[in-house]
């Protein structure tokens, strides 16, 4: 019988984007969640206005679109944490995810706060974003009330198209998209 491989572990992890490129850069340690997820949620929009119909004015683009990605994670006290230690109130590790929530001052510039980029990793699979919001679920307890169990979804959007120009869209039209 082969041997088992090992199990990749998804991860969070701070990122911030380089002013120059663009591209998102890492910024400190990965936080790696207890458990893998048993699915993501991406979902693509875009910003458009006008109707399509018939007489009516044509589609157009107006804004950028965006990704979005929802994963629910799971965290667990009663099981040991992936350093082997053994946690006592599963809200230590959820406000690890919590953290990326609260608006971060930007370098250089007094009173302007920005909203903490962070990178959702998992194996091949990787999404940069915001944090949109964050569900905590708590749902099993200590003897004394302390919670144990926790299940977190948080939803992460990004940015869809970056530094293109979109014209106007006519299902008529015999040139579709333009870039």
Do not use: C
Not at 49 to 70: D, E, R, W
Not at 99 to 111: C, F, M, N, R
Request: aromatic share 10%; proline share 8%.
């Amino acid at each position: 019988m082969p041997a088992a491989l090992p199990i990749t572990k998804a991860y969070l992890q701070p990122v911030r984007w380089n002013q120059e490129s663009g591209l998102p850069e890492t910024t400190g340690e990965k936080f790696y969640v207890q458990f893998n997820p048993t699915s993501l949620k991406v979902a693509y929009a875009n910003q458009k206005a006008g109707q399509g119909q018939p007489g009516s004015a044509p589609i157009q683009f107006v804004g950028k679109g965006t990704t979005k990605l929802t994963v629910e994670l799971l965290f667990d006290v009663t099981v040991p944490l992936p350093d082997g230690s053994a946690g006592e109130d599963v809200r230590d590790l959820t406000q690890r995810v919590a953290k990326y929530l609260e608006p971060q001052e930007e370098g250089g510039e007094e009173g302007q706060y920005v909203p903490p980029g962070i990178r959702f990793g998992w194996d091949t699979f990787q999404f940069d974003g915001v944090v949109d919001s964050m569900d905590e679920t708590l749902d099993f307890f200590s003897n004394t009330g302390k919670p144990l169990r926790a299940t977190v979804s948080l939803q992460v959007s990004k940015k869809l198209w970056e530094n293109r120009t979109l014209r106007s869209w006519s299902p008529t039209a015999p040139s579709a998209i333009v870039w």
